[in-house]
């Protein structure tokens, strides 16, 4: 798996790929690049520990 990150306008955006290069995951949109690459990097710290919620509608 890789973290991709492009421009899109005016905008950074981020994509998690599989080795075979489809999308898993996708972000919001970012005003800079640094902001882009601080989310990526929040989203590596996540472990097999960190919790899964159901929301209930």
């Not at 999308?23 to 690049?33: D, F, N, R």
Request: glycine fraction near 4%; charge should be positive.
């Amino acid at each position: 798996m890789y973290f991709e990150i492009y421009r899109s306008g005016f905008q950074w955006r981020w994509r998690l790929k599989s080795a075979n290069h489809e999308i898993l995951a996708s972000g919001e949109s970012y005003t800079s690049k640094d902001a882009c690459l601080h989310c990526i990097s929040l989203l590596k710290q996540t472990t097999v520990i960190t919790p899964v919620y159901e929301v209930q509608s």
